[in-house]
């Protein structure tokens, strides 16, 4: 699968391109702008988010529309490790595409080393979380336009949730959620790339929120059959 | 190899796929089933290559009962399914060998199982092309490709035939019996008489998901008898069609039995075309303006309409 999907990016070299440059016209807009710096993380996490997700739930749809995914479960290799693969690769190539974007925005927001030694890891754990959400929302939609929609819900309630557009009250059940959600690193680690928050980012940041992305990635794994569209077949 | 007894299967909508289907194929055998759009041949074969969910009845793969996760049976069936589905931005080689890695074996041994694969079904051109380029009947090899590649113990095909050129047929005809030989088995659904008649150990007729007729080519032919079946179209004249066949008194001895059909006249002979000419003058003194004549022996479509009534349609998309 991991192979698979490599050779299908390289072969779609346009698509490829347009995937580097569409989000990097947008951060660089906005890097090298003079915006605030609370909103252009904002931007950037929403933007990196929905990438992720979209970049899975949308591929997805169309292989089991088009019986593929069905046809590879049917060679009788284990559903939720076909996902988790799938999910891992994707996840993989949306950090290949992004990386010209993240470089601009530690550029323009003079982001120290030892900043970017949280960025990269949080946008890597983003990325994943993004990806198996993406997986999660393709299995409730039965076209692309419904999963197009479910995705850009999903994404945004979490990173709503994430504290993503306002900081919620401490000691409270947001607050909680916030603490554990997988985005909430990122947009952490965007803030601090941007210069919108202090220098210092404290790795204990992502322990709680990869915690859950791996509970995640283990419910896809074992229930893969039942998230991609085959019925439990 | 399997054994259904008395197998059902209901659509959401509430359509009954199948009503108590009993059948076995063991090894070394290659079961035809044919049937009409929607009499339930592609529901068996889809219940047989385990993509369809539980049932009621009992199915049986291998002699073990069908589970919740059939994973270790799918790897032991090759399947080719009515439309072809690949990775287009692949190979057929890179999509051949995405199966056999999804199959679990080696690349090295995949690659030259592959390539013979692709030789012996006159594919080999097209190894490093993507499939976006292959025309349907290039597809349907490499879908038959990707079925053998891991040399499973049963082949479910469905519609195998379709948009293959005749020796592409023939070369699938060959790996088939080859296959059979070796103690494979093979449940194909087609509605082609001929690649049923050249295929087949076993026929099975389905009706509106029953079946309806059972047995070896050469028995259900014999149900038919071994007349040949001349069919004269017929167009009308200006004083209109008579409401009956021509005189059985007007025509040779060996012709066993005429039919009257909106259009056409059917008769059956006894000594091939020989009774050509004397037909062909009873009809015209009858006052008919022929179109065409068809002469054909009889096969398995006529079987099933001995048995239904109705025809086998010559392009299946059942469901």
Same mark, same amino acid.
């Given at each position: 699968m991991w192979r698979t999907e490599w050779l299908t990016t390289l072969r779609r070299r346009r698509l490829f391109l347009f995937n580097i440059l569409i989000p990097l016209t947008l951060v660089a807009a906005i890097a090298l702008s003079s915006a605030p710096a609370v909103h252009a993380a904002a931007?950037?996490?929403?933007?990196?988010?929905?990438?992720?997700?979209?970049?899975?739930?949308?591929?997805?749809?169309?292989?089991?529309?088009?019986?593929?995914?069905?046809?590879?479960?049917?060679?009788?290799?284990?559903?939720?490790?076909?996902?988790?693969?799938?999910?891992?690769?994707? #996840?993989?190539?949306?950090?290949?595409? %992004?990386?010209? !974007?993240? +470089?601009?925005?530690?550029? $323009?927001? *003079?982001?120290?080393?030892?900043?970017?030694?949280?960025?990269?890891?949080a946008i890597v754990l983003g990325l994943l979380a993004a990806n198996a959400l993406g997986a999660l929302t393709a299995a409730l939609a039965k076209s692309v336009a419904e999963g197009a929609l479910f995705s850009a819900v999903a994404a945004l309630l979490l990173l709503h949730w994430a504290g993503t557009?306002?900081?919620?009250?401490?000691?409270?059940?947001?607050?909680?959620?916030? #603490?554990?959600?997988?985005?909430?690193? %990122?947009?952490? !680690?965007? +803030?601090?790339?941007?210069? $919108?928050? *202090?220098?210092?980012?404290?790795?204990?940041?992502l322990t709680a929120p990869t915690g859950v992305t791996l509970a995640v990635l283990l419910l896809l794994t074992v229930a893969g059959r039942y998230t991609i569209g085959l019925g439990g077949r | 190899m399997f054994e259904a007894i008395e197998l059902s299967f209901t659509y959401p909508s509430g359509r009954k796929g199948l009503r108590g289907v009993s059948l076995r194929g063991d090894p070394g055998d290659r079961v035809v089933v044919m049937g009409p759009n929607g009499s339930g041949k592609s529901t068996l074969l889809r219940l047989v290559s385990t993509e369809f969910p539980s049932h009621p009845g009992s199915l049986t793969l291998f002699g073990q009962a069908r589970g919740p996760s059939p994973r270790?049976?799918?790897?032991?069936?090759?399947?080719?399914?009515?439309?072809?589905?690949?990775?287009?931005?692949?190979?057929?080689?890179?999509?051949?060998?995405?199966?056999?890695?999804?199959?679990?074996?080696?690349?090295?041994?995949?690659?030259?199982?592959?390539?013979?694969?692709?030789?012996?079904?006159?594919?080999?051109?097209?190894?490093?092309?993507?499939?976006?380029?292959?025309?349907?009947?290039?597809?349907?090899?490499?879908?038959?490709?990707?079925?053998?590649?891991?040399?499973?113990?049963?082949?479910?095909?469905?519609?195998?035939?379709?948009?293959?050129?005749?020796?592409?047929?023939?070369a699938l005809l060959r790996i088939l019996e080859e296959r059979s030989e070796g103690g494979g088995c093979t449940l194909v659904a087609t509605n082609e008489p001929a690649l049923a008649q050249a295929l087949a150990t076993a026929v099975v007729l389905f009706h509106e998901g029953e079946i309806v007729a059972h047995?070896?080519?050469?028995?259900?032919?014999?149900q038919v008898g071994g007349a040949t079946r001349i069919e004269v179209h017929i167009t009308a004249t200006p004083a209109g069609l008579p409401a009956t066949a021509p005189s059985l008194k007007e025509l040779p001895a060996d012709i066993l039995s005429i039919q009257r059909l909106p259009?056409?006249?059917?008769?059956?002979?006894?000594?091939?075309?020989?009774?050509?000419?004397?037909?062909?003058?009873?009809?015209?003194?009858?006052?008919?303006?022929?179109?065409?004549?068809?002469?054909?022996?009889?096969?398995?479509?006529?079987?099933?309409?001995?048995?239904?009534?109705?025809?086998?349609?010559?392009?299946?998309?059942?469901?």
């Amino acid at each position: 699968m991991w192979r698979t999907e490599w050779l299908t990016t390289l072969r779609r070299r346009r698509l490829f391109l347009f995937n580097i440059l569409i989000p990097l016209t947008l951060v660089a807009a906005i890097a090298l702008s003079s915006a605030p710096a609370v909103h252009a993380a904002a931007v950037f996490t929403v933007l990196f988010a929905l990438f992720g997700t979209f970049g899975s739930s949308i591929p997805l749809i169309r292989d089991g529309e088009s019986g593929l995914l069905r046809r590879y479960v049917l060679t009788g290799v284990h559903p939720g490790g076909l996902l988790l693969q799938r999910v891992f690769a994707t #996840a993989a190539l949306d950090l290949i595409e %992004l990386a010209p !974007s993240v +470089l601009v925005i530690a550029v $323009a927001g *003079g982001s120290s080393a030892s900043q970017l030694a949280i960025v990269v890891p949080a946008i890597v754990l983003g990325l994943l979380a993004a990806n198996a959400l993406g997986a999660l929302t393709a299995a409730l939609a039965k076209s692309v336009a419904e999963g197009a929609l479910f995705s850009a819900v999903a994404a945004l309630l979490l990173l709503h949730w994430a504290g993503t557009f306002r900081t919620p009250v401490p000691g409270t059940w947001q607050a909680t959620l916030e #603490a554990w959600n997988p985005f909430r690193p %990122l947009h952490e !680690s965007l +803030l601090a790339a941007t210069g $919108a928050s *202090g220098p210092d980012l404290d790795p204990a940041l992502l322990t709680a929120p990869t915690g859950v992305t791996l509970a995640v990635l283990l419910l896809l794994t074992v229930a893969g059959r039942y998230t991609i569209g085959l019925g439990g077949r | 190899m399997f054994e259904a007894i008395e197998l059902s299967f209901t659509y959401p909508s509430g359509r009954k796929g199948l009503r108590g289907v009993s059948l076995r194929g063991d090894p070394g055998d290659r079961v035809v089933v044919m049937g009409p759009n929607g009499s339930g041949k592609s529901t068996l074969l889809r219940l047989v290559s385990t993509e369809f969910p539980s049932h009621p009845g009992s199915l049986t793969l291998f002699g073990q009962a069908r589970g919740p996760s059939p994973r270790d049976l799918r790897r032991r069936i090759g399947i080719v399914q009515d439309t072809p589905v690949h990775v287009d931005d692949l190979t057929g080689m890179e999509n051949g060998l995405l199966f056999a890695e999804l199959y679990g074996l080696p690349k090295d041994e995949s690659a030259s199982a592959l390539e013979a694969l692709f030789t012996s079904l006159g594919l080999d051109d097209a190894l490093h092309v993507p499939t976006r380029e292959y025309s349907y009947g290039m597809k349907k090899k490499l879908l038959i490709a990707q079925a053998l590649v891991h040399d499973p113990d049963m082949l479910v095909l469905d519609e195998p035939a379709l948009g293959l050129d005749p020796p592409s047929q023939e070369a699938l005809l060959r790996i088939l019996e080859e296959r059979s030989e070796g103690g494979g088995c093979t449940l194909v659904a087609t509605n082609e008489p001929a690649l049923a008649q050249a295929l087949a150990t076993a026929v099975v007729l389905f009706h509106e998901g029953e079946i309806v007729a059972h047995g070896s080519p050469s028995e259900l032919l014999a149900q038919v008898g071994g007349a040949t079946r001349i069919e004269v179209h017929i167009t009308a004249t200006p004083a209109g069609l008579p409401a009956t066949a021509p005189s059985l008194k007007e025509l040779p001895a060996d012709i066993l039995s005429i039919q009257r059909l909106p259009g056409r006249i059917i008769a059956e002979s006894g000594s091939g075309p020989d009774v050509l000419p004397q037909l062909v003058g009873a009809v015209l003194r009858a006052g008919l303006n022929i179109e065409r004549i068809e002469i054909r022996e009889p096969d398995l479509a006529d079987v099933f309409a001995l048995f239904t009534g109705q025809t086998l349609a010559t392009r299946d998309e059942d469901a």
